[in-house]
């Protein structure tokens, strides 16, 4: 595995605009997905919409959840022991499973009761979003994969 992210990385590293466009992607798509939740809550409050509770309190869940098992778990990221330079600066563990793609993932989930279109566009824009956390160095696939896999688990409970 080491392999891998060493050439990923040295390719990345090699190509200036590629670098870029993963940098631009990592540090704002994130915002743009969190900046679109409050904004879905605050329309489906207006319109006294039933799915309000849902759309609130599954990411809440999710988040705090997620939060505990990375303390627990404590997983290293792939640069505290592989010889690899990440794109981005992190703080070191708590890697697994990925925070951001399960944010980003359990809201374009949520978004799917709300409107089917926006919903399928916010999981690729998610998708984007753990894609481009392997492509820095800073995550494994497993973590992006878990974070991804957790959001789903936590849409489908039976819960609000």
Do not use: W
């Not at 992607?25 to 939740?37: D, G, Q, R």
């Not at 009761?113 to 984007?128: D, E, K, V, Y």
């Not at 392997?134 to 688990?153: Q, R, T």
């Amino acid at each position: 595995m080491e392999r891998f992210y060493v050439n990923m990385l040295n390719y990345i590293h090699s190509k200036k605009h590629l670098k870029k466009t993963i940098l631009f992607i990592n540090k704002y798509l994130p915002y743009v997905m969190y900046a679109f939740y409050p904004l879905l809550i605050l329309y489906l409050f207006i319109i006294k919409h039933p799915l309000l509770m849902h759309t609130l309190f599954k990411p809440l869940i999710a988040f705090i959840t997620v939060t505990i098992i990375r303390k627990l778990i404590n997983r290293k990221r792939p640069y505290e022991y592989m010889d690899i330079k990440p794109l981005v600066s992190h703080k070191k563990g708590q890697s697994f499973p990925s925070r951001h793609t399960l944010s980003a993932m359990i809201i374009a989930l949520v978004t799917l009761n709300i409107n089917m279109t926006l919903g399928i566009i916010m999981i690729i824009l998610s998708s984007i979003i753990g894609l481009c956390r392997i492509l820095a160095g800073v995550h494994h696939i497993s973590d992006v994969l878990a974070g991804a896999m957790y959001a789903l688990f936590i849409y489908l409970l039976k819960i609000f």
